[in-house]
């Protein structure tokens, strides 16, 4: 029996704040601007847009309504939504795995993010003898030990936020946390903006290239745009949920939706203005992938006026962006064994972290000890994302969707009224057929493309 009284957010601006800093995340600063980079810059952005608020926004929607319906998190939500007798329930366990397997890699870059925030604050990373790719390779493959403390530094935050509580951890950490990574952000873009040949940057984010648009160019854009849509909502394992599940009925989950998706998109471009001013001013592509931010970048601290500090506040708003995403999965997997199994929140905090400590040592080692370790040809830490993101969050979504769209879930009645109860916009009736059939087949085309790529 679920009988213990629910925590609360202080403030309906410590809940939203909360959901966008779970979306705000690597994902936006450093994912975002290196997919739009080898994308073709300014077309990415606009077909991003598009499939944020046609394919992601009722996405986000559905977990929202779910958590904010129940009043519970994932843990028990499902249970009291579903209609008698059916077995929707079953299906927490494997959304569960998906938040724990996130929980095995996402701190270990996180832990990265905390080494090279020490290293340029020291210096030490900016040896001028070695290039950026060497001292990134020297650090993964030879120093697994700093990497494994970085980490732990990382699962100790989001067990403290969490041992703390609803109120006086989770929303008193992400709310001035969110704030301040906003502050950094613009003036950091402010500094790229003005270096010099930063508008060559800028004219490649903002202006679309038409020529040479063929239709499997275009295709290959929306893929990525819809792929960068999942991750930045991290949606489908429950996180949004847990959070949802605090929210109060006074603005329709459609506004809050429409706010969260706006904070997490002016972050991403913001991130991406400034990535793309900085690399252009110094003459480095944009386009050089996932090590864009761990060697791209870094070779541009060694060269730009003011380098190190640019570096060590870049680094320090990554971590924040980072680590109030994490602290929303480790939440959102300790609510669900309060809810689950009935436990006491200090109880569930420390098996989570002891789940972590051990979880998050094969990705730390994925580059040394475990370095000949490979599935379907990925080292340990590509294959943990690419099965979390193409797998888990896209698989939950689509559950989640079905769940309230169908009338052998929730229903698309009883979804419509949640997500309109409420001051603010409102979700027109006619939209219930897009919803029903057009959305689960987008989600459906991602899973498939996502597999087979
Ligand atoms: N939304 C996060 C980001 O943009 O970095 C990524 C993420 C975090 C996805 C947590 C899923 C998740 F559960």
């Given at each position: 029996?679920?009988?213990?009284?629910?925590?609360?957010?202080?403030?309906?601006?410590?809940?939203?704040l909360?959901?966008a800093?779970?979306?705000?995340?690597?994902g936006?600063v450093?994912r975002?601007?290196y997919?739009?980079?080898?994308?073709?810059?300014?077309?990415?952005?606009?077909?991003?847009?598009l499939?944020l608020l046609?394919?992601?926004?009722?996405?986000l929607?559905?977990?929202?309504?779910?958590?904010?319906?129940?009043?519970k998190?994932?843990g028990?939500?499902?249970?009291?939504?579903?209609p008698?007798?059916?077995k929707?329930?079953?299906f927490?366990?494997?959304?569960?795995?998906?938040?724990?397997?996130?929980?095995?890699?996402y701190?270990?870059?996180?832990?990265?993010v905390?080494?090279y925030?020490?290293?340029?604050?020291?210096?030490?990373?900016?040896?001028?003898s070695?290039?950026s790719?060497?001292v990134?390779?020297d650090?993964?493959?030879?120093?697994?030990?700093?990497?494994?403390?970085?980490?732990?530094?990382?699962?100790f935050?989001c067990?403290?936020?969490?041992w703390l509580?609803?109120?006086?951890?989770?929303?008193?950490t992400?709310?001035?946390?969110?704030?301040?990574?906003l502050?950094?952000?613009v003036l950091?873009c402010?500094?790229?903006?003005s270096?010099?040949?930063?508008?060559?940057?800028?004219?490649?984010?903002?202006v679309p290239?038409?020529?040479?648009?063929?239709l499997?160019?275009?295709?290959?854009?929306?893929?990525?745009?819809?792929?960068?849509?999942?991750?930045?909502?991290?949606?489908?394992?429950?996180i949004?949920?847990?959070y949802?599940?605090?929210?109060?009925?006074?603005?329709?989950?459609?506004?809050?939706?429409?706010?969260?998706?706006?904070?997490d998109?002016?972050?991403a471009i913001?991130?991406?203005?400034?990535?793309?001013?900085?690399?252009?001013?110094?003459g480095?592509?944009?386009?050089?992938?996932?090590?864009?931010v761990f060697?791209?970048?870094?070779?541009?601290?060694k060269?730009?006026?003011?380098?190190?500090?640019?570096?060590?506040?870049?680094?320090?708003?990554?971590?924040?962006?980072a680590?109030t995403?994490?602290?929303?999965?480790?939440?959102s997997?300790?609510s669900?064994g309060?809810d689950?199994?009935n436990?006491?929140r200090?109880k569930?905090?420390?098996?989570?972290?002891?789940i972590?400590?051990v979880?998050?040592?094969?990705a730390?080692?994925s580059?040394?000890?475990f370095?000949n370790?490979s599935?379907?040809?990925q080292?340990i830490?590509?294959?943990e994302?690419?099965?979390?993101?193409?797998?888990f969050?896209?698989?939950?979504s689509?559950?989640?969707a079905?769940?309230?769209?169908s009338?052998?879930?929730?229903g698309?009645?009883?979804y419509?009224?949640?997500?309109?109860?409420g001051h603010?916009?409102?979700?027109?009736n006619?939209?219930?057929n897009?919803?029903r059939?057009?959305?689960?087949?987008?989600i459906?085309?991602v899973?498939?493309t996502?597999?087979?790529?």
């Open positions: 029996m679920h009988l213990k009284k629910r925590e609360q957010f202080r403030s309906r601006l410590g809940v939203i909360a959901i800093s779970s979306a705000v995340g690597l936006n450093w975002f601007p997919i739009a980079g080898s994308n073709g810059g300014a077309l990415f952005i606009v077909l991003y847009i499939c046609f394919i992601g926004l009722p996405i929607m559905t977990e929202l309504s779910i958590g904010r319906g129940a009043h998190s994932l028990h939500a499902m249970d009291d939504l579903q008698a007798g059916s929707w329930h079953y927490k366990y494997f959304i569960v795995l998906g938040a724990i397997l996130i929980c095995g890699y701190p270990v870059i996180i832990g990265w905390i080494y925030f020490v290293g340029l604050f020291d210096g030490f990373l900016l040896d001028p070695k290039t790719k060497e990134f390779s650090f993964v493959t030879n120093k697994p030990a700093d990497a494994l403390l970085c980490t732990y530094v990382a699962v935050f067990a403290a936020c969490s509580g609803i109120k006086k951890g989770i929303e008193r992400t709310k001035p946390m969110m704030i301040l990574l502050l950094f952000l950091l402010g500094y790229a903006i270096l010099p040949n930063a508008e060559k940057g800028l004219e490649k984010f903002f290239e038409l020529t040479d648009l063929s499997s160019k275009i295709g290959s854009i929306l893929h990525a745009a819809l792929g960068q849509v999942f991750f930045t909502l991290g949606c489908g394992v429950g949004i949920m847990a949802a599940s605090y929210m109060g009925k006074k603005k329709t989950i459609v506004s809050e939706s429409l706010i969260v998706c706006g904070i998109t002016f972050v913001l991130a991406g203005v400034m990535i793309f001013a900085a690399c252009y001013s110094q480095i592509g944009v386009d050089a992938g996932v090590s864009l060697q791209s970048m870094v070779e541009i601290f060269h730009m006026p003011m380098g190190q500090f640019f570096g060590v506040s870049f680094f320090f708003l990554l971590f924040i962006a680590i995403s994490i602290i929303s999965v480790f939440e997997v300790v669900f309060i689950c199994f436990i006491s200090k569930s905090v420390l098996y989570v972290s002891i972590n400590v979880i998050t040592v094969p730390v080692y580059f040394s000890t370095s370790v599935f379907f040809g080292d830490i590509t294959f994302d690419f099965v979390s993101s193409n797998i969050m896209v698989l939950g689509l559950l989640f079905v769940f309230c769209y009338r052998y879930g929730w698309i009645n009883n419509m009224a949640e997500i309109n109860e603010g916009v409102k979700l027109p006619f939209f219930r897009y919803l059939y057009v959305i689960p087949i987008f459906l085309i899973f498939v996502g597999i087979m790529s």
